[in-house]
């Protein structure tokens, strides 16, 4: 629990993500939150066969997306530690939608007439976040300045989430 709490703290930008190493067991629990998570989401918003679909579709391209970047930075031994920091803020994000998912659910029951400017805000709150996280993590490994480590998260998250969700709509 300590680990989680320590993983946690860097979504609100706390502490370096890069000093920390998980272990095998928290990283594949890590990955099981993903897929689970990133399945309700997409079940409540889409077909439950598609949204499992695009979920793993995700995962691929995630695990690429990573691999790729450090093995242009001749720095692969990273990629638990990157990974697990990606997927832990991830995965809290992914907790935020689903709660904000009950919410619409609940906002559309109550007949809500600002429903759907609620849900939007919200959403772009979540990327914006998102996007700040990644790129939090990415300058932790990497050093990067920040204008850069925008541009990697930025095409980080059009690889994970673009790309996808592109290919489920042809």
């Known amino acids: 629990m300590n680990l989680l709490l320590k993983y946690l703290s860097s979504c609100w930008f706390l502490n370096n993500p890069a000093d920390l190493v998980p272990p095998k067991s928290f990283m594949w629990k890590n990955v099981a939150f993903y897929l689970t998570s990133g399945i309700i989401v ?13 979920v793993l579709g ?5 695990f690429s997306s990573v691999a ?5 930075e001749k720095k692969w031994s990273l990629f638990s530690q ?4 990606i997927f832990v803020c991830e995965n809290f994000i992914m907790s935020l939608a ?5 919410l619409d659910y609940w906002l559309v029951l109550k007949h809500h007439p600002y429903r759907e400017e609620i849900g939007i805000g919200i959403a772009v709150f979540l990327v914006v976040w998102y996007i700040s996280i990644v790129s939090y993590i990415f300058r932790g490994f990497f050093k990067y300045p920040t204008s850069t480590s925008v541009i990697y998260a930025v095409s980080y998250f059009v690889m994970t989430y673009g790309i996808p969700m592109l290919l489920m709509d042809i």
Do not use: F, Q
Not at 42 to 54: K, M, W
Not at 68 to 72: A, G, H, R, T
């Open 68 to 72: 790729v970047l450090l093995l242009l």
């Open 58 to 62: 995700r995962t691929i391209m995630a």
């Open 98 to 102: 689903i709660a904000a998912e009950g």
């Open 82 to 85: 990157l990974y697990t920091s």
């Open 42 to 54: 997409e079940s409540l918003i889409a077909d439950p066969a598609d949204g499992t679909l695009e």
